[in-house]
């Protein structure tokens, strides 16, 4: 990745996915980074770590855009983009915050990465989608359902083998 590249961890769909390789775009509104506020709010955390977190709440928002497309397979997907930084807007001050907002659609050649729930995980994304907004609405035992997601890495997948993935 370049200097001048940020790297941006865009939640999405199976079938969002698929748009983006049919179509060599995606319009996407939020995606999350490393952000000022996160450093801020992460000061012991290294840039590994605070990409984990970038990534992991990209993850959490994935479960969001399945619960509002119901046809969609349930398996979380984090599209990993290295984009300049004037292709983004900060969009939540917010101490801790890894939210940005995007200035326009995502090229597919600015795709580094697809990081997708395997088979197995489908079951408790399923009913995380379906807790997703009790849990960020406070219900603890929504947010354990929720959890129960978040235990599934999400799987690595180069962008050369997007067209078995799919």
Not at 107 to 125: C, K, L, M, W
Request: no cysteine; hydrophobic share 45%.
């Amino acid at each position: 990745m370049s200097d001048n590249l940020l790297r941006v961890y865009v939640p999405a769909t199976l079938p969002a996915l698929a748009g983006l390789r049919d179509t060599g775009q995606l319009a996407a509104d939020v995606a999350h980074t490393v952000t000022p506020a996160l450093r801020e709010w992460y000061v012991e955390g290294d840039e590994e770590e605070l990409e984990y977190v970038a990534f992991t709440r990209a993850a959490q928002e994935s479960l969001r855009h399945l619960r509002d497309d119901p046809a969609a397979p349930r398996r979380r997907v984090v599209i990993a983009v290295d984009l300049p930084a004037d292709a983004l807007k900060r969009s939540v001050a917010e101490l801790g915050s890894s939210t940005v907002t995007l200035a326009g659609p995502i090229a597919f050649a600015s795709v580094a990465a697809v990081h997708v729930d395997g088979d197995e995980a489908a079951d408790d994304v399923s009913a995380a989608v379906a807790a997703v907004s009790q849990a960020a609405a406070g219900d603890p035992d929504a947010q354990f359902v929720v959890d129960g997601a978040e235990d599934h890495e999400l799987e690595w997948y180069d962008v050369s083998e997007l067209e078995t993935l799919l």
